[in-house]
């Protein structure tokens, strides 16, 4: 099981140190205790203009707000989507990175201060990253303005510690950040905190649930007016910490309720779904499906599937 610190402390309203020395004569064992991002010296800075290299026809000329500390510094970039306005992460000169140490040079010609970053140059795995930014820098999509010349991934919080630990048996408990923050909070004194929130209702009839005998329970609700969009930092930062792939908002949440409560749920999309019934079955022999994955798979009569009337749409 792999939790975010900064979960657990928002659920115990503390800083957490030293979370292995507290937990190490308990039931559990820790596999791992990392820093998501560890790299001292990222700036968020600004780019204020862009002008192509005058001897390349892929470099750019970059000058770059760095904050009052710094001011403003010159840096060649190659990559392709950089564009003037953007607030971007920068490694300023004498920051090691995964590939090496930052230096001056002289590019073509033409000084440069230091790197515009992407995210893969961080030490993020490709399979974290979206798209738009896999062959390019990383660029925020807001204004961040007022964070120009901090520390970018205390911003993203991808400098959150990370604890990676096994599960026995006998402690489902731990399969979720609640439930670990009060095991943390039994070990050190401190008091979950569990907001509480109004059930939630509306007037939208759910489709109908049909259950068989051997599935005793599953329930379902209907939300509309809904705005499919990017995930806030905090957010992507917990999903990634746990290993899951950041997608949207709504998936996204989805996997952070069932990281916070070990709750599984999931998102269904109600504008393809097709029938006004969520039918919850058991699979027939060698029935197949095909997972999110792209995986074919071959199920027995003891597999469960979610379906939109007779045809299985989650396993």
Request: glycine share 6%; aromatic share 6%; hydrophobic share 40%.
């Amino acid at each position: 099981m792999r939790l975010s610190l900064k979960v657990v402390e928002r659920l115990l309203n503390t800083k957490l140190e030293n979370v292995e020395a507290l937990t190490q004569n308990h039931i559990y064992e820790v596999e791992n205790y990392f820093t998501l991002i560890n790299i001292e010296g990222l700036i968020l800075g600004h780019v204020l203009k862009v002008e192509d290299h005058p001897n390349s026809d892929h470099l750019h000329i970059c000058q770059v707000d760095l904050g009052t500390n710094l001011g403003s510094k010159q840096i060649v970039c190659g990559a392709a989507n950089v564009r003037s306005g953007q607030f971007v992460i920068v490694s300023p000169i004498g920051v090691k990175l995964p590939g090496g140490e930052i230096k001056a040079a002289t590019i073509r010609g033409v000084e440069s201060q230091g790197m515009i970053c992407s995210l893969k140059e961080l030490g993020l795995d490709e399979k974290f990253i979206e798209d738009k930014y896999k062959n390019g820098i990383f660029y925020f999509t807001n204004d961040m303005s007022k964070q120009v010349g901090t520390n970018p991934l205390e911003v993203m919080e991808l400098n959150a510690k990370v604890i990676d630990y096994n599960v026995p048996p006998n402690r489902f408990d731990l399969l979720s950040a609640v439930g670990y923050a009060r095991e943390i909070g039994a070990c050190s004194n401190a008091k979950i905190h569990l907001k509480e929130y109004p059930l939630f209702k509306n007037n939208i009839n759910p489709p109908v649930i049909k259950l068989t005998h051997r599935i005793p329970y599953y329930s379902i609700t209907k939300v509309c007016n809904l705005t499919i969009n990017e995930s806030p930092w905090w957010l992507k930062s917990a999903l990634i910490a746990s290993d899951i792939r950041p997608i949207n908002n709504i998936v996204d949440i989805s996997n952070y309720i069932m990281i916070r409560y070990g709750l599984p749920n999931h998102m269904f999309d109600a504008a393809i779904w097709k029938s006004n019934s969520v039918n919850v079955r058991l699979a027939n022999p060698n029935e197949e499906v095909v997972t999110l994955d792209g995986v074919h798979r071959n199920l027995s009569a003891t597999d469960v599937l979610i379906c939109d009337n007779e045809t299985p749409v989650a396993l």
